[in-house]
């Protein structure tokens, strides 16, 4: 079987390249290649590509996702992240390849306390939304074989992320102040490549498996909770921080205005994975300490 990765310098194309080795061929690009076109914003390169490899699984870890960009760029946003999507789909479907494209929490407005499921009506806030949800929908249109996977606040130990912003900012600093009306799941790429890998395997077997879903770690909290628990295994890992517990001030994201609007809800149902696919999602807490861990340990050795 071969495998085609899209956007392998990405945090969770960089796990992918891991997790889907045992399932065969893994050919993985990113968005500058000698010989094939890993760049989504080049669709003709990026359909002649997918008819030389000739794949019989797609995975799409690429995006546009400069949240605050995309408001000032809006055709770079929308070639990325739903033309591009498209063309694969279209690809997909003459090959009778499997698609799998990762979407976002951004998709749905993000208001009450529930949690979101595959079935609520989209309606997104902001223009890196409606540009990932329009991806979604050709995807799904175009009646080729596929897994959509809808995540929310990926991290990993490669690259940077929040907890390391939050980090970096604890150790120069005397006060912080963290957004705390947005909630939603911090999620390990690391999660989900391991999760795609066994999505794709028995979606494989048993087509009926094929379909929207919710993939995040169990439980939820806001940014200002993630961020203290951030300071509190660092500190249990013997990291010095400059910044005490009293100094976090929590905020409403009315107070940190930025271009593009957040959904407050990010809380999304993962119920339909977990059944499906029998899998179990561990708390997010989990995956933040082991992140934080392979961050953290190797500077103290």
């Not at 760049?39 to 996702?65: C, F, K, M, W, Y």
């Not at 605050?68 to 992240?81: T, V, W």
Request: charged share 20%; net charge negative.
């Amino acid at each position: 079987m071969k495998l085609l990765i899209f956007g392998k310098n990405g945090q969770v194309g960089w796990e992918l390249q891991r997790s889907l080795a045992p399932l065969g061929e893994v050919i993985a690009l990113g968005q500058n290649e000698a010989n094939l076109c890993g760049d989504l914003s080049n669709l003709e390169g990026l359909r002649a590509t997918l008819q030389r490899v000739a794949p019989d699984v797609i995975v799409n870890a690429a995006a546009h996702t400069a949240v605050d960009r995309a408001e000032s760029e809006p055709d770079l946003a929308y070639r990325i992240n739903a033309e591009a999507p498209s063309v694969m789909a279209e690809e997909a479907q003459r090959l009778g390849a499997l698609l799998v494209h990762y979407s976002t929490d951004y998709v749905y407005e993000g208001s009450g306390e529930r949690f979101w499921q595959e079935s609520d009506a989209p309606a997104p806030l902001n223009l890196y939304g409606k540009s990932k949800l329009a991806g979604d929908q050709a995807i799904m249109a175009s009646g080729c074989r596929h897994l959509i996977f809808r995540t929310s606040w990926v991290y990993a130990a490669r690259g940077n992320n929040f907890a390391k912003t939050m980090l970096g900012l604890a150790r120069t600093r005397n006060a912080l102040s963290v957004v705390s009306d947005q909630v939603g799941a911090p999620t390990g790429a690391e999660l989900i490549a391991d999760v795609t890998a066994q999505a794709i395997y028995q979606a494989l077997l048993d087509p009926q498996k094929q379909g929207l879903y919710h993939l995040v770690a169990s439980g939820s909290t806001s940014w200002f909770d993630y961020a203290r628990e951030v300071f509190s295994v660092a500190r249990e890992l013997g990291e010095t921080l400059q910044l005490s517990d009293d100094a976090v001030t929590p905020i409403a994201s009315s107070e940190y205005p930025k271009p593009a609007q957040r959904p407050l809800n990010s809380r999304l149902c993962t119920q339909k994975l977990t059944n499906t696919f029998q899998l179990t999602l561990p708390d997010w807490k989990v995956g933040v300490a082991r992140m934080l861990r392979e961050t953290l340990e190797p500077l103290s050795q």
